[in-house]
Nanobody, 117 residues
Framework: QLQASGGGLVQPGGSLRLSCAAS????????MAWFRQAPGKEREFVAA?????TVKGRFTISRDNAKNTVYLQMNSLKPEDTAVYYC???????????????????WGQGTLVTVSS
């Protein structure tokens, strides 16, 4: 299971850090990712981090394997960053970093990020 948290209301130019806690097993060999879906739009890839440290996407993604948690640090936020953010995980023993939603097996419930003044 994945549990996302950390969303909320932030002003343009502000920062927010999202967390995604994994439970029910070890995710040390999983690629962890963040996607988002804005109202009326399709889900889009934000960032991903492989178990070996390969990164793709925007913002800063990091992980703490001891805590089974992945983070997304978002700075200089804009109103267009407003969306529900979802974390995802997929077992990837190689350095391959998927960027499509269908490539991920596990999904969290989402956390809402609203960027507005």
């Amino acid at each position: 299971q994945l549990q996302a948290s950390g969303g909320g209301l932030v002003q343009p130019g502000g920062s927010l850090r999202l967390s995604c806690a994994a439970s029910g097993g070890t995710f040390s060999r999983h690629t962890m990712a963040w996607f988002r879906q804005a109202p009326g739009k399709e889900r889009e890839f934000v960032a991903a981090l492989s178990w070996s440290g390969t990164v793709k996407g925007r913002f800063t993604i990091s992980r703490d394997n001891a805590k089974n948690t992945v983070y997304l640090q978002m700075n200089s936020l804009k109103p267009e960053d407003t969306a529900v953010y979802y974390c995802a995980a997929d077992y990837q023993p190689t350095n391959y970093v998927p960027t499509k939603g269908y490539e991920y097996e596990y999904w969290g419930q989402g956390t809402l990020v609203t960027v507005s003044s």
